[in-house]
């Protein structure tokens, strides 16, 4: 199975996304298949899917938490609106 994260970052931007992402100074972590993020009318959407929530997990604690520390909190303007679930089915990736 795939884990699937939904993280809708209501009232968002670029701009806040921008500021966490200059924070950020990690590689691609293991375990993740695919992220996306943009702009939606609702604020700022980001996907990710994951091999399983423990990897997601661990990189929520060992990166994005020391990047809101360092930056004093969550550059975002509300609390975001996250929607988990298993993938029942999933198509491959092309390589890159």
Known sequence: MVFVRLTLFPG???????????????????????FAAG???????????WHSEADLDRFDAEVIAPAYEALGGSPFPAD??????????TAPVPPH
């Open 39 to 49: 702009p939606t009318d609702a604020g700022w959407q980001v996907v990710q899917a």
């Open 12 to 34: 968002a931007t670029a701009q806040h996304y921008a500021r966490l992402q200059q924070v950020l100074d990690a590689p691609a972590p293991p375990g993740r298949h695919f």
């Open 80 to 89: 975001p609106v996250v929607t988990d679930f298993e993938a029942v089915q």
